[in-house]
Structure formats: C-alpha cells, structure tokens
Nanobody, 117 residues
Framework: QVQLVESGGGLVQAGGSLRLSCAAS????????MGWYRQAPGKQRDLVAS???????NYADSVRGRYTISRDNAKNTVYLQMNSLKPEDTAVYYC???????????WGQGTQVTVSS
C-alpha cells in the first residue's frame, strides 16, 4: 500500500510564499507521475502541477510562472514552491501519485493553504 504524507500548508499574506512537500512510502511503482491538485470550497478538484519520474512538468495556466514543482526520486518526495500567492490560491492542496503502468491513483490527506488579502 502506498501512503502520501503532505506538509507545509498554512496561512500566508498575499504576495507571500509557501513550500509544500509530499513524501510517498510503500511499494511505489515506477515510472510514475506525482502532482498537486487543489480544491476550494464548492469547487471541483483541479490539477495544479505535475512532474514525471523523468522530470517533465505540467502546470495549470493559473499558476504558471508563480509555482514550481520538483521531486527527489531517491526520497520519493515531491515539492511545490508557491510564490506570489493570491487569495484565489486558497484551497486544500492534495498530493497525487499515478504509476504509469497500472491504473491506480493514490492521494494524500490534503493540506490547507490560506492566502489572506
């Protein structure tokens, strides 16, 4: 079983920065894609950014240029550096891991990010 444990959320003023981390443990199939999704109250869960085992990245238009996703394959950890935060970035952020060879999807428990204006 795979476990994803997120950390790094919190409250920050607009224009500030936060760094999220997500550590995966268990039997992790590789190659895989790790990513971050977010869900604001009353809205659907949307992709924020993802990164493959090989380092290819993908970003939502709303965060491109402000957020940077990275990963440490040796530690099975993915990071999300969030800069120039806006109140509309407020959401619960979820870590996700998708192995490329099998149809499973793993999720973390979520971490709250709140940006005050």
């Amino acid at each position: 079983q795979v476990q994803l444990v997120e950390s790094g959320g919190g409250l920050v003023q607009a224009g500030g920065s936060l760094r999220l981390s997500c550590a995966a443990s268990g039997i992790i199939a590789s190659p895989n894609t790790m990513g971050w999704y977010r869900q604001a109250p009353g809205k659907q869960r949307d992709l924020v950014a993802s990164i493959t085992s090989g380092g290819s990245t993908n970003y939502a238009d709303s965060v491109r240029g402000r957020y940077t996703i990275s990963r440490d394959n040796a530690k099975n950890t993915v990071y999300l550096q969030m800069n120039s935060l806006k109140p509309e970035d407020t959401a619960v952020y979820y870590c996700n891991l998708k192995p490329m060879a099998i149809a499973v999807n793993y999720w973390g428990q979520g971490t709250q990010v709140t940006v005050s204006s």
